[in-house]
């Protein structure tokens, strides 16, 4: 099982990134997707999470800011993160749930101010 996360970087407040995350090695569809976040110092928060039918939760700091999605036929998780923060700043890990959980090796996102 590999989870590849991608699209991290340097970007200035109120900038967008679109973070991806690549899944083989399951059932992709069936898995519920989450991402999560650490950042220097702080315990991993739960940022957003999308079912296998497609039901979306997010954390409220995040709320009308970041949009999850996924392409079931690309194997792939999404997070579209618009009006970032300098609080935004964590390494972004995506996390894939069915009956157990997978890990992705996290990719990094800096907003500066």
């Known amino acids: 099982v590999q989870l590849q996360a991608s699209g991290g970087g340097l970007v200035q407040a109120g900038g967008s990134l679109r973070l991806s995350c690549a899944a083989s090695g399951i059932s992709f569809s069936i898995y519920a997707m989450r991402w999560y976040r650490q950042a220097p110092g702080k315990q991993r928060e739960l940022v957003a999470g999308?079912?296998?039918?497609?039901?979306?939760n997010y954390a409220d700091s995040v709320k009308g800011r970041f949009t999850i999605s996924r392409d079931n036929a690309k194997n792939t998780v999404y997070l579209q993160m618009n009006s970032l923060k300098s609080e935004d700043t964590a390494v972004y890990y995506c996390?894939?749930?069915?009956?157990?959980?997978?890990w992705g090796q996290g990719t990094l996102v800096t907003v500066s101010s």
């Open positions: 999308i079912s296998s039918g497609g039901s979306t």
């Open positions: 996390n894939a749930w069915w009956r157990g959980d997978f």
